[in-house]
Nanobody, 130 residues
């Protein structure tokens, strides 16, 4: 069983930055990948960024490429999403998720599909005002 706890959401002016953290507990195998998703009201969750626990490979959604950075601290079982140049359209509920699917399989399929991930945190809200 994997437990995920997010923190770091809040309100920020457009152009500003926020850092989200996800602390994982339970069994995190080397085959796991950790991702950040976001969800707008009335919409399905969409993948923002993903990182492979083993190897550190990353992928980003086109809308955040160059602005967001996902990283991990294995010693602290923490995955961080650094969000820069935030815009009002980045306002959403952000979720941390874990997948036991291997990295190659995950990236060959649509990693942005939330059905690829079986473990979820409770979410943290991000609001960007203009």
């Amino acid at each position: 069983q994997v437990q995920l706890v997010e923190s770091g959401g809040g309100s920020v002016q457009a152009g500003g930055s926020l850092t989200l953290s996800c602390v994982a507990s339970g069994y995190i195998g080397s085959r796991n990948s950790i991702a950040w998703f976001r969800q707008y009201p009335g919409r399905v969750r969409e993948g923002v960024a993903v990182i492979a626990i083993d190897g550190g490979g990353t992928r980003y959604a086109p809308s955040v490429e160059g602005r967001f950075t996902i990283s991990q601290d294995k010693a602290k079982n923490t995955v961080t999403l650094q969000m820069n140049s935030l815009q009002p359209e980045d306002s959403a509920m952000y979720y941390c998720a874990a997948s036991s699917m291997g990295w190659n399989g995950l990236t060959m399929m649509d990693w942005r599909d939330d059905r690829m991930f079986g473990y979820w945190g409770q979410g943290t809200e991000v609001t960007v005002f203009s």
